[in-house]
């Protein structure tokens, strides 16, 4: 006598920006007698939905790892700063007033970051710890 074994069913969903052909969010699921369950998540965190590009505009920080305050300096005025964390949620920003940027960073907790340096033809990426 055969038993039967359910086979799991696999299904994709994804998400993209409007101007993309990449996806920007993919989720895998497989489904077994009608539960689904999540197997995979891509996220590609990125701003090339925004239109911006990987600028090659010079940008130096310091001290690393940071205590009370960023020190930035660009090559040319930046729009804005964006601390990110590892997991991608945002957790300050800061207009461009200058080329030499303080940026008070005593409120983050300790950790790994991300300061994304935006300018008005692209972007720049940066590590730091905190």
Known sequence: MWIPIPVPL??????RSTSDKESVMKIRTNEIL?????TAIEYRDNFNGLGLNESELEVAFYPNPVVNELHVSTEEKAENFVIVDQ??????????LS????????DLASGAY???VLFSNGYTTLKFMK
Request: overall charge negative; charged content about 25%.
């Open 34 to 38: 009608g539960n689904e369950t999540v």
């Open 10 to 15: 696999t299904h994709e969903y994804e998400w």
């Open 114 to 116: 991300s300061l994304v």
């Open 87 to 96: 997991s991608g949620r945002i957790w300050k920003q800061v207009s461009g």
């Open 99 to 106: 080329k030499d940027q303080v940026i008070d960073v005593s």
